[in-house]
């Protein structure tokens, strides 16, 4: 399969920029597949399961939060507020995250609060189905 470039970048550390084959990235419109030669684009990128694979076939998986994937000749640039690799996902702080974010979520606050509240339970519950779906299968999915 011919390789392509890309960048996953967060907010606070380049997470991968290499080579791959193919690239998986949650979007508002359901997961959307990058291969060689796609044509230009630029999508949200909503809290979910990126995953793509190395030229040796190695598939790689991150937990993503919101952001952007911009494609242009031949180059994929991921910009998120987060990525974590399954095993550096902490399952007892994405846990207690979960329960925080749900508690905020029961109380009566302002619409602002129950937005960012509603973020933080897709992130917590999004690193938690990462963490256990690593585990699970070994490391893949």
Same mark, same amino acid.
């Given at each position: 399969?011919?390789?392509?470039?890309?960048?996953?970048?967060?907010?606070?550390?380049?997470?991968? #920029?290499?080579?791959? /084959?193919?690239?998986? !990235?949650? @979007?508002? %419109?359901?997961?959307?597949?990058?291969? +060689?030669?796609?044509?230009?684009?630029?999508?949200?990128?909503?809290?979910?399961?990126?995953?793509?694979?190395?030229?040796?076939?190695?598939?790689?998986?991150?937990?993503?939060?919101?952001?952007?994937?911009?494609? #242009?000749?031949?180059? /994929?640039?991921?910009? !998120?507020? @987060?990525? %974590?690799?399954?095993?550096?996902?902490? +399952?007892?702080?994405?846990?207690?995250?979960?329960?925080?974010?749900?508690?905020?979520?029961?109380?009566?606050?302002?619409?602002?609060?129950?937005?960012?509240?509603?973020?933080?339970?897709?992130?917590?519950?999004?690193?938690?189905?990462?963490?256990?779906?690593?585990?699970?299968?070994?490391?893949?999915?």
């Amino acid at each position: 399969m011919e390789e392509f470039q890309i960048s996953i970048l967060a907010a606070d550390h380049p997470f991968y #920029e290499g080579p791959c /084959i193919s690239l998986v !990235v949650p @979007t508002l %419109e359901g997961m959307y597949g990058f291969m +060689a030669g796609h044509l230009r684009m630029i999508s949200s990128v909503v809290p979910g399961i990126l995953h793509y694979t190395l030229p040796d076939g190695t598939k790689r998986y991150a937990a993503v939060s919101e952001g952007i994937v911009k494609c #242009e000749d031949n180059k /994929i640039l991921v910009l !998120v507020d @987060t990525a %974590e690799r399954p095993e550096d996902i902490d +399952a007892n702080r994405a846990k207690l995250a979960a329960d925080k974010a749900k508690e905020k979520l029961l109380q009566k606050r302002s619409l602002e609060e129950y937005h960012v509240a509603q973020a933080n339970l897709a992130r917590a519950m999004n690193r938690l189905k990462v963490h256990k779906n690593h585990r699970e299968d070994g490391g893949g999915f």
